[in-house]
C-alpha cells in the first residue's frame, strides 16, 4: 500500500498539471463559445427589420448559432486531445501523419457533402431565402418547410417534398421576398365610355385598400389599355400584396369589380358567337 501511495506522489505532478492546462483551455474555450453565442442572438435582436423579415432572421440566426456552436465544440475536443497528449510527452507526428491521410482520403470520398455544407452556409450568411418562403429552385418550385446546412426542402402546390441539396442549386427565384404583384385584367364593350369606366375602377380600389389594408401594401392602380379589339378593350390593373396574399386580393377584386359594374350598368366584353 505505501508502494502504491509512493508510485501515485511521484507519478501526480506529471499527470495533475497537463490536466490543469487542459482544464483551462477547456474553460477558456467554453466562454468563448459562450459569448459568440451571446452576440448571435443580440444581433438578432438589434438588426432592425419589418414583421416580414423577423422569422426569417431569427431562423437564420438560430441556424447559424448551431453551426458554431457545433462546430466550436469539435475543433475545442480535437484541440484538448492534442494538448493533453503533448503536455505527457507523446511524440504526435505519427499520429499527425495517419490523421493527415485518413482526412486526405475521407475528404476525396466527401467532396458533396463539404460542398453542400459550404452552400448551405452562405445561402443563412447571405440571407438567399429561408423557411416560409416561396422559391423556385431549378425546375422545382414550393414553399421552403426546412433549411440545413446540408439540405433545402421545398414541398409544392400539390403537397409533394423535394429534397435538394444545397451545392446543386445553381440559381433561386424567390417569389414571396417582402411583396408580390397582384394583376387583374377585364374586358369592356368597345361601346363603353373608358373616362366613366376609369372612374368606378378608381373608386373600387380605393375601397379595397381601405377595407383589406392588413394584406395590400400600397394603393392599387390602373396600369392602362393593355388591348384593343373589335368587341372590347381589355384594362390591366395593379397592385402590391403581402407575400402569399396576392390571391386573396384578386379574387375580392374581381367581386366587387363583377358587383360595381352591375350596379352602374357598365358592361364587359361579350365573346363573339360562333356561327354554325
Known amino acids: 500500500m505505501q508502494q502504491f501511495v509512493d508510485s501515485f506522489l511521484v507519478f501526480s505532478p506529471v499527470l495533475i498539471y497537463p490536466l490543469l492546462h487542459v482544464l483551462v483551455v477547456f474553460i477558456l474555450g467554453m466562454w468563448t463559445l459562450k459569448l459568440v453565442d451571446s452576440v448571435l442572438k443580440r444581433i438578432a435582436r438589434i438588426v432592425p ?79 438567399q431565402y429561408g423557411v416560409g418562403e416561396v422559391v423556385r429552385i431549378g425546375t422545382q418550385e414550393g414553399l421552403v418547410e426546412e433549411m440545413t446546412l446540408r439540405l433545402t426542402v421545398l414541398r409544392n402546390g400539390d403537397g409533394e417534398v423535394h429534397v435538394i441539396p444545397n451545392g446543386s442549386i445553381q440559381s433561386v427565384t424567390v417569389l414571396s421576398r417582402d411583396w408580390r404583384r397582384a394583376l387583374v385584367e377585364i374586358e369592356l364593350s368597345s361601346k363603353e365610355d373608358l373616362g366613366r369606366a376609369f372612374n368606378v375602377l378608381t373608386r373600387i380600389g380605393e375601397g379595397l385598400a381601405r377595407d383589406m389594408s392588413a394584406l395590400i401594401v400600397d394603393k392599387p392602380g390602373i396600369i392602362g389599355i393593355e388591348r384593343l379589339t373589335g368587341t372590347g378593350i381589355t384594362i390591366q390593373l395593379a397592385v402590391r400584396t403581402l407575400p402569399r396574399k396576392q390571391g386573396d386580393v384578386v379574387h375580392e377584386w374581381r367581386r366587387r369589380i363583377k358587383d360595381t359594374f352591375d350596379r352602374e350598368g357598365i358592361r364587359l366584353a361579350e365573346s363573339p358567337q360562333v356561327k354554325a
Request: hydrophobic content about 55%; proline content about 1%.
Open 49 to 127: 427589420s419589418d414583421a416580414t423579415r423577423r422569422a426569417r432572421i431569427n431562423h437564420r440566426t438560430e441556424t447559424l448559432r448551431h453551426f458554431v456552436r457545433n462546430f466550436g465544440k469539435a475543433i475545442l475536443g480535437i484541440l484538448m486531445v492534442i494538448l493533453f497528449t503533448w503536455e505527457l510527452g507523446v511524440d504526435l507526428t505519427p499520429l499527425l501523419a495517419g490523421a493527415g491521410i485518413a482526412g486526405l482520403a475521407i475528404g476525396f470520398g466527401a467532396q458533396s457533402l463539404v460542398k453542400d455544407v459550404i452552400a448551405g452556409f452562405f445561402v443563412l450568411l447571405e440571407d
